[in-house]
């Protein structure tokens, strides 16, 4: 199980006509996030059909494909890995019948798949964190822009409206000047089986694992988002990691780091931990799960509760120094698209659908974004004593 299989999302599920000349996805990976992160998306856009996946295993592709409705599966072994044996991936990649990649695979994958899918013409939707590296980021951007096409890290967070109301609220100027932020993403060490499996794909180096790449992207991206700051990598001030038990030199379990946010004396705390032991004697106390952040600015404060899965269930608390607090809930924005039911995302498959089809969406997590947080990622590993993780051995093609 994962995280957002626990969420009530199930309102989104009723069927809608769709467009004949539907964009028709592709998925590389019969991945767990798959479900949430596109095909209950693509229910409720007319102009998306979910139409093939890629998986290594026959069977389970074919099972995968079965219960997601997805009429298409391209499987064999090893269909990542080895000069020829990628071959079913490929398949996928260059089949005419896609228009969009979709990579929901291990991150160490996520640079070759996604220029193989350029090269091949498709338009990618690329899961979190968008590559291992800045530099594989740069590539992928120059070549889509080369082509012509849409690359997009699916940071699905920052296309909320929940998320766009704390920014609105900071720039508002209501509150004065920020101060600091303090972030939290930690699952408790007695619920954390329940979330991640034993041998997961984020306790791995060689798969661009940890809890930096896997969690801390998402604080990152929120303190960034917020406060107008991510389009420049943040200065890491400092950054202590706790080592995971299967890879304690080059995989984080947690980590603790300080930020500078940029051009102002305001630093950004985060914590996030993948299995956070209990405090208290023995530990035997068990942590809270957290997922929020808190803004500290010169007239108050502004405290945002599950920033990651906001439209599940959210608030945000304004406490001004002087005068009375207020809570908010954000589901929609005033006068645009979207509905009370719309997860993050539903709000980043619509925005990568516009940009598709050549119109303007409502919001856009920009390269420079994409960039600069693996820029900022990068920073963290080495302030923290690790390695930040393996580049790529995949080469441009042509
Ligand atoms: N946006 C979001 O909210 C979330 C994003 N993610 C991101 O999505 C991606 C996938 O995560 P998740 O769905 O949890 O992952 P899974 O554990 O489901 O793995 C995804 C796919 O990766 C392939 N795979 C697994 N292990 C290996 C391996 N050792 N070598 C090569 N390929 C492997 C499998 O392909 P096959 O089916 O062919 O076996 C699998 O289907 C990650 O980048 C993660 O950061 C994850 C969760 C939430
Ligand atoms: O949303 C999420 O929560 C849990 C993480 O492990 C996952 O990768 C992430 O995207």
Same mark, same amino acid.
């Given at each position: 199980?994962?995280?957002?299989?626990?969420?009530?999302?199930?309102?989104?599920?009723?069927?809608?006509?769709?467009?004949?000349?539907?964009?028709?996805?592709?998925?590389?990976?019969?991945?767990?996030?798959?479900?949430?992160?596109?095909?209950?998306?693509?229910?409720?856009?007319?102009?998306?059909?979910?139409?093939?996946?890629?998986?290594?295993?026959?069977?389970?592709?074919?099972?995968?494909?079965?219960?997601?409705?997805?009429?298409?599966?391209?499987?064999?072994?090893?269909?990542?890995?080895?000069?020829?044996?990628?071959?079913?991936?490929?398949?996928?990649?260059?089949?005419?019948?896609?228009?969009?990649?979709?990579?929901?695979?291990?991150?160490?994958?996520?640079?070759?798949?996604?220029?193989?899918?350029?090269?091949?013409?498709?338009?990618?939707?690329?899961? +979190?964190?968008?590559?291992?590296?800045?530099?594989?980021? #740069?590539? &992928?951007?120059? =070549?889509?822009? $080369? /082509?012509?096409? !849409?690359?997009?890290?699916?940071?699905?967070?920052?296309?909320?409206?929940?998320?766009?109301?704390?920014?609105?609220?900071?720039?508002?100027?209501?509150?004065?000047?920020? +101060?600091?932020?303090?972030?939290?993403?930690?699952?408790? #060490?007695? &619920?954390?089986? =329940?979330?991640? $499996? /034993?041998?997961? !794909?984020?306790?791995?180096?060689?798969?661009?694992?940890?809890?930096?790449?896997?969690?801390?992207?998402?604080?990152?991206?929120?303190?960034?988002?917020?406060?107008?700051?991510?389009?420049?990598?943040?200065?890491?001030?400092?950054?202590?990691?706790?080592?995971?038990?299967?890879?304690?030199?080059?995989?984080?379990?947690?980590?603790?780091?300080?930020?500078?946010?940029?051009?102002?004396?305001?630093?950004?705390?985060?914590?996030?931990?993948?299995?956070?032991?209990?405090?208290?004697?023995?530990?035997?106390?068990?942590?809270?799960?957290?997922?929020?952040?808190?803004?500290?600015?010169?007239?108050?404060?502004?405290?945002?509760?599950?920033?990651?899965?906001?439209?599940?269930?959210?608030?945000?608390?304004?406490?001004?120094?002087?005068?009375?607090?207020?809570?908010?809930?954000?589901?929609?924005?005033?006068?645009?698209?979207?509905?009370?039911?719309?997860?993050?995302?539903?709000?980043?498959?619509?925005?990568?659908?516009?940009?598709?089809?050549?119109?303007?969406?409502?919001?856009?997590?920009?390269?420079?974004?994409?960039?600069?947080?693996?820029?900022?990622?990068?920073?963290?590993?080495?302030?923290?004593?690790?390695?930040?993780?393996?580049?790529?051995?995949?080469?441009?093609?042509?």
């Amino acid at each position: 199980m994962l995280i957002y299989d626990i969420l009530p999302f199930c309102v989104q599920t009723q069927r809608l006509i769709k467009n004949t000349s539907a964009l028709r996805f592709g998925i590389l990976g019969a991945a767990r996030i798959g479900p949430e992160a596109l095909f209950k998306p693509a229910k409720t856009h007319p102009d998306v059909v979910v139409t093939a996946v890629a998986c290594r295993d026959k069977t389970r592709g074919q099972q995968y494909a079965q219960k997601h409705d997805i009429p298409r599966t391209f499987s064999g072994p090893n269909a990542y890995h080895g000069k020829s044996l990628h071959i079913y991936a490929q398949k996928l990649v260059t089949d005419p019948d896609i228009d969009v990649v979709y990579i929901a695979l291990p991150n160490g994958l996520h640079f070759e798949w996604t220029m193989r899918a350029l090269e091949a013409g498709k338009h990618v939707l690329v899961e +979190k964190p968008l590559t291992n590296t800045a530099e594989e980021a #740069r590539q &992928i951007f120059a =070549l889509a822009e $080369e /082509k012509g096409l !849409v690359a997009l890290e699916a940071l699905h967070t920052v296309f909320h409206p929940a998320n766009h109301r704390v920014r609105e609220i900071i720039q508002s100027g209501e509150l004065g000047k920020v +101060k600091s932020v303090v972030s939290h993403f930690i699952f408790p #060490r007695f &619920i954390s089986p =329940l979330f991640f $499996e /034993k041998d997961d !794909v984020r306790f791995h180096y060689d798969l661009g694992g940890g809890s930096m790449t896997d969690l801390g992207v998402y604080p990152l991206a929120e303190i960034r988002f917020v406060t107008s700051s991510d389009t420049v990598p943040l200065e890491v001030i400092s950054a202590k990691a706790v080592g995971h038990p299967k890879d304690p030199e080059r995989i984080d379990r947690a980590m603790h780091i300080v930020y500078a946010l940029p051009n102002t004396d305001a630093t950004a705390e985060v914590n996030i931990d993948f299995s956070a032991p209990g405090w208290g004697p023995f530990g035997l106390l068990p942590r809270m799960m957290r997922i929020d952040a808190t803004i500290k600015l010169e007239g108050g404060s502004i405290f945002i509760y599950n920033f990651v899965m906001p439209a599940a269930f959210h608030f945000i608390r304004v406490t001004p120094k002087k005068g009375s607090g207020r809570f908010e809930q954000v589901y929609t924005f005033k006068g645009g698209k979207g509905e009370r039911s719309w997860s993050t995302y539903r709000y980043q498959l619509e925005a990568f659908v516009d940009k598709v089809r050549g119109r303007t969406p409502s919001f856009w997590h920009e390269p420079i974004s994409s960039i600069s947080e693996l820029e900022t990622v990068e920073r963290v590993y080495t302030k923290a004593g690790m390695q930040p993780r393996p580049a790529s051995a995949y080469k441009r093609q042509g």
